[in-house]
């Protein structure tokens, strides 16, 4: 009797349970796919990436699953093509395959995902000797996958899996070893009789995980909603600040069903990043079908807070909420038009601010908030441009640009960063000056110089291919940024409060003219 020690995924190191090895040297190994080799699942693998391309078709699939499991498998691997070298992987268990070849033993992959996948990966490893899965009319799943165990290794056989499923095949095997759910997992295969082997540890989705799926920084764009408010001069308004303060959580809960949405529909994609595969569904830190479940809760819990709150604010949301949906399935491959859509996003959060705080919109704006974001999108995908020209790729995954646009991109960028101080000059002249709106309107003047002087600094970094955030998220991130937003909101706070005439104190009145 022995210990074996294993490596866990979270660099730790444990005992095995105290097994007699020698007695399984000549056993064969049968490891399960999903959830035991592979940090995911490939039936949701192949539900994500089919749902990208056609929804509706995917949604008629998922009506039959009670049906007939395996030809739903069967027709949607059929039609899907999953680049199964990026799929995450359980090391631990990989090695532990890898060991049994090295010494010896037969290791097949045995999986209720379908043949089609099951040879895939099988082909990926090229160690297994046997690899087997559904075949279309039998779901390998189960009392199937421990009949097949049975009549192919009636000497017996050790089996590595992972779900409440496996305890049928467990049963049937000689030695039983796991991919670790606690000790209750150990204490319950103890129970059935069988010999337990080796336990195997996966990434834990943790609070810290959830959140980072939920992408609660990007929550800070939400606050876009007081602007209207504050432009208004209502915001101290006790019913209107409470409205707003409502509204915020509820958009960014419908927010984070969709940003958890777009990364099931860009599992691919995002493992091909240099940076976007460490996300909690890319790595496998959770696991997908959880996402498909959160992401419809979130977007209806927070569509139903909203309306409770007030309808009108909920119709915007859910405009917001198509918006988004067209453009993870389809327009974000649409290169500038991506830009646009998400732009408007941004100018969407402002409608619902004007609708919540029950004042109108200055066209004026609208017009900025439209050149200002689509410059901040275009700075982004410009960044992604240029990694891509550094990597030596021609095409980006899932988006409409390629390495040679980095012209089109910057040029782009820079015109409409021009155009957002511009429009904001204009507004000051033609609008908020003859308005009597401020008091002090001469103290607007700071406004477009801080502005023009902090895009000019998100373009020179974007250029430089230093601006790793999305540009709203750098922007409550970086210090000088928030300098710069704070010098923004005195310049307006100034022109609310300080009195009238405090130019001509300053002897400024020749330079801003009479009003």
Known sequence: MGHDRIVRTDGQTGPAAQTNDNDAVTMPLAVDLDGTLLLTDTLFEAIAERMRRRPFWTLAQLIQLPFGIAKVKRRLTATVDLDVDLLPVNEDVLAYCKRAKAGGRKVWLV???????????????????????????????????????????????????????????WKKAARASYVDKGESRRHSIERIGVSVGHSFERPKAGVKTWLKALRLHQWAKNVLIFIPAILAMRIIEPAILTKLLIALPLLGIMASGTYILNDLLDLQGDRGHRSKHKRPFASGRIKLWQGFVASPLLILGGLVGGLILSPAFATTMLSYLVITLAYSLRLKRAALIDTVLLSFLYTLRLIMGATLAAVALSQWLLVFSMFLFVSLSMAKRHVEVLQLAAAGKRYAANRGYRAEDAGLTLGIGLATATAAPLILVLYIIESAWPSGLYSAPEALWAAPVILSLWLMRVWMLANRGELHDDPVVFAVKDPKSLLAGGALAVSFLAAATLPAGFASVLNLDQVFGAR
Do not use: H, M, T, W
């Open 111 to 169: 999986s209720a995902a379908d043949q089609k996948i099951v040879d895939k990966v099988a082909q990926r490893f090229g160690l297994f000797d046997r690899a087997i899965g559904s075949d279309g009319e039998i779901n390998n799943k189960g009392s199937a996958k421990a009949r097949l165990l049975e009549q192919e290794a009636p000497e017996g056989f050790e089996y590595v899996g992972d779900s409440p499923a496996d305890f049928k095949v």
